[in-house]
Structure formats: C-alpha cells, structure tokens
C-alpha cells in the first residue's frame, strides 16, 4: 500500500497544496468550536457537512448521504476530484468510504481533528460503516494521498481529551517499543503538548506496522488490536469514549500476559515504574470488570460481535510479552470472561 505524503503544520493548510477541485466534507461542531476553521471553510465551493458520531457511519442513512453528494458533484471530474475531510475517527471513516466509492473512487485528503483520528484512525487507508449496532462491517481499503497534521486543530480540543488520545499512544509505543517507548516511557504528565511531541513517531510506529500487512492478509495488523478486544466491549457497556476504554482494555491485556506467564512479573513491575504510566490508569478501573452474571452475559454478545473474531467463539488475543513483542493467542469468549473475575477477585484481595 502507497504510504499517504504526511504534512504538520501550524495552521490549515492552502487549497492549492491540497489537490484541484474538492468537496469538504466536515464535522459541524467545527466551525463552531475552531473559529479559523470557518473562515477557511468557506474558500470551498461544495461543502457537506455532517454530525460526528456512529449514527452516521450506518449503512442504513448512507443511501440519502450519497445520493445528496453525487448531486453535490455532479459537475465535477472523477480526475480532478478530491475529498477533503475534516474530523474526528466517525468523520474520516464515512469520509474516506465516501471517496473509495465516489465515481469509482476519487482522491482523498485526511485533516483528522480528534487526537484519536490523529494518532490511529486517519492512517492506514482503513474506511468504514456500521451495519444495525454491528461497528465496522463494511469498508474499503482507499489511503489518503495527504494527511495533513494541523496543530491549531488539534489544540482546540479540550485539555481533557488528552487523556483519551494517550490510550493510543501506549499502544503503539508498546507495540514498536524501542525509543518511542523508551522516550515516552519517562514522561510525566498527559497533555496535548505532549501528544503533539510524539505524533510524527507515533504515526510512523503505524505505518511500519500496517507496511508488514497493508491488507490484513498475514495477521501481523491485529498487534494493532492490542487493548481493544476487553477495551470495545467496555465501550459499548459503559458508553465510555473510545480512548478511555482502551486505556483499561490495555490493563487488561497486561495483567493477563502476566498470568498466562506470557510476560515476567518482573517486566510487569518495571513498565508500571514508568512515570507516564502513573497517569494511564484511574482507581476506578476494577468497578468496570463486573462479574455479575447478567453483566457477564452482555460483555460476552459484545466480545462476540467483535469483529476479530475468528472461528465460532475463538477470539485472537494480542498479548504483550514486553514493549516492542506482541503475542497473538488465539482464546475463547469463556476464557476472558474468566480472566475478568481472576482480576476482579484479584483486585478485591489486595
Ligand atoms: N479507520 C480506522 O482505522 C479506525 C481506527 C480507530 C478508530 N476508528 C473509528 O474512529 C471513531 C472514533 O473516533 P473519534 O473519537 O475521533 O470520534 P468522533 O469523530 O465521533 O469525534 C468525537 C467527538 O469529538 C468532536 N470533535 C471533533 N473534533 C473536535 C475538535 N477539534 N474540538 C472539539 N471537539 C471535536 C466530535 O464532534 C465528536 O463529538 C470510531 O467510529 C471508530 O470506529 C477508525
Ligand atoms: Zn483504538
């Protein structure tokens, strides 16, 4: 797969480095939130804006969406086109699926404005829909010829968000290891500042990562799974923001690593020496792994609606033996289930 030229920049880029003729299709909350974002808005004759969030990845409105966007463009050439999107994750999925599909597909622009879209989703050409509450059924695999890294953009956020975007960068640096990790590792305190530090290292760690499995042919591309399995059904149970969850799907995935001896208890102490994982996790972590039955039996339909699900109920786990190794187990619903209430109990008895 074609890597997409990468751009940081200050401020939003000019039109003439972005393409030709464009559409931009953009989160609404924007124009509101970003008052430079407005005025530069408005140098772009067609404009779909859209509100960011699940519902307008599903399937079942994207019938009315496209039919309003061929209208949009109907005087546009498939040759000169570019859709340019500006978003967080729900945004660049629907946008980029837009442009794989669009006169048979048509060049794209990610200008992702979430910390999480910066760090993960804007990069690896993945789109998609959701079909019914079933996430991500439907994609396409259509990488941008330009992510543009825009800090006033991301800057705008709220301070809080930070902490939902470093879920993803442990992640990664876990993942690569190496000097991400061992850089990161040291850091004491979760602002945007230091998101922005370790972007353009962050999103590298992606790409050698999907570069080994552009098309998730070989299974190398689920170590990006790490955290998520637990981290997607915490999500949906507790409606938890996406980086928040997987910040205690990671918890999880270690704590298990150490049990199934995959990872030493004394790597486990270590990586929690590190100083930035004193602000990782919140004390209130082990009020999320419920062992209730009733609570067991939804986490299981939601585990099992994961879509790395492989045969029947068997699920790949990614494990992590220290920074830098993943270890992909394949494991059944049951046994994580299990591994929720060893924790729990764990956590009970001190
Ligand atoms: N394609 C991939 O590889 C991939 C990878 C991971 C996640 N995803 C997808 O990404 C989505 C989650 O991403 P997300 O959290 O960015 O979601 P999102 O697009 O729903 O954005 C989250 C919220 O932030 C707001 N927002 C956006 N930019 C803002 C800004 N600059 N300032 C203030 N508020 C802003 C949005 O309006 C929304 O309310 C999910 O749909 C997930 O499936 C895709
Ligand atoms: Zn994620």
Same mark, same amino acid.
């Given at each position: 797969?074609?890597?997409?030229?990468?751009?940081?920049?200050?401020?939003?880029? /000019?039109? #003439?480095?972005?393409?030709?003729?464009?559409?931009?299709?953009?989160?609404?909350?924007?124009?509101?939130?970003?008052?430079?974002? #407005?005025?530069?808005?408005?140098?772009?004759?067609?404009?779909?804006?859209? %509100?960011?969030?699940?519902?307008?990845?599903?399937?079942?409105?994207?019938?009315?969406?496209?039919?309003?966007?061929?209208?949009?463009?109907?005087?546009?050439?498939?040759?000169?086109?570019?859709?340019?999107?500006?978003?967080?994750?729900?945004?660049?999925?629907?946008? @980029?699926?837009?442009? $794989?599909?669009?006169? /048979?597909?048509?060049?794209?622009?990610?200008?992702?404005?979430?910390?999480?879209?910066?760090?993960?989703?804007?990069? =690896? =050409?993945?789109?998609?829909?959701?079909?019914?509450?079933? %996430?991500?059924?439907?994609?396409?695999?259509?990488?941008?010829?330009?992510?543009?890294?825009? /800090?006033? !953009?991301?800057?705008?956020?709220?301070?809080?968000?930070?902490?939902? =975007?470093?879920?993803?960068?442990?992640?990664?640096?876990?993942?690569? @290891?190496?000097?991400?990790? $061992?850089? !990161?590792?040291?850091?004491?305190?979760?602002?945007?500042?230091?998101?922005?530090?370790?972007?353009?290292?962050?999103?590298?760690?992606?790409?050698?990562?999907?570069? #080994?499995?552009? &098309?998730? #042919?070989? @299974?190398?591309?689920?170590?990006?799974?790490?955290?998520?399995?637990? =981290? &997607?059904?915490?999500?949906?149970?507790?409606?938890?923001?996406?980086?928040?969850?997987?910040?205690?799907?990671?918890?999880?995935?270690? /704590?298990?690593?150490?049990?199934?001896?995959?990872?030493?208890?004394?790597?486990?102490?270590?990586?929690?020496?590190?100083?930035?994982?004193?602000?990782? !996790?919140?004390?209130?972590?082990?009020?999320?792994?419920?062992?209730?039955?009733?609570?067991?039996?939804?986490?299981?339909? !939601?585990?099992?609606?994961? %879509?790395?699900?492989?045969?029947?109920? $068997?699920?790949?786990?990614?494990?992590?033996?220290?920074?830098?190794?993943?270890?992909?187990?394949?494991?059944?619903?049951?046994?994580?289930?299990?591994?929720?209430?060893?924790?729990?109990?764990?956590?009970?008895?001190?």
């Amino acid at each position: 797969m074609k890597k997409s030229t990468l751009l940081f920049t200050a401020e939003l880029p /000019r039109l #003439k480095d972005l393409g030709e003729e464009f559409l931009l299709i953009y989160d609404d909350i924007l124009p509101r939130k970003v008052p430079a974002f #407005k005025n530069w808005a408005q140098q772009f004759p067609l404009q779909y804006p859209v %509100k960011a969030g699940e519902a307008l990845k599903s399937v079942e409105q994207f019938p009315d969406h496209i039919a309003k966007i061929i209208r949009l463009c109907e005087n546009t050439s498939s040759r000169r086109l570019t859709v340019v999107v500006v978003g967080g994750g729900s945004v660049g999925d629907f946008g @980029g699926f837009v442009a $794989s599909i669009l006169k /048979r597909g048509v060049k794209l622009v990610q200008i992702p404005s979430t910390w999480l879209a910066a760090i993960d989703s804007a990069h =690896g =050409g993945k789109t998609a829909l959701n079909v019914g509450a079933a %996430k991500n059924q439907i994609g396409t695999f259509h990488p941008p010829e330009k992510t543009v890294l825009v /800090r006033s !953009l991301l800057m705008a956020q709220p301070e809080a968000r930070a902490f939902e =975007g470093f879920g993803e960068l442990i992640k990664i640096a876990w993942i690569v @290891g190496g000097t991400l990790w $061992s850089q !990161l590792s040291k850091e004491y305190e979760v602002s945007s500042a230091v998101l922005w530090k370790y972007l353009a290292s962050a999103i590298d760690a992606k790409y050698k990562v999907v570069g #080994k499995d552009p &098309h998730e #042919k070989t @299974g190398y591309r689920h170590v990006l799974n790490l955290g998520h399995t637990l =981290g &997607h059904a915490l999500e949906s149970y507790y409606k938890l923001p996406h980086g928040v969850a997987i910040n205690y799907g990671l918890d999880f995935s270690l /704590r298990w690593s150490v049990e199934k001896k995959i990872m030493t208890k004394k790597d486990y102490d270590a990586l929690l020496r590190a100083p930035v994982m004193g602000y990782l !996790l919140s004390p209130v972590r082990d009020e999320l792994l419920q062992t209730k039955v009733s609570v067991l039996k939804d986490f299981r339909h !939601l585990l099992l609606s994961d %879509k790395k699900k492989t045969k029947s109920e $068997s699920i790949r786990f990614i494990f992590l033996q220290k920074p830098g190794k993943c270890v992909i187990q394949e494991v059944t619903v049951d046994e994580i289930l299990m591994e929720v209430c060893r924790q729990k109990e764990e956590e009970l008895n001190g």
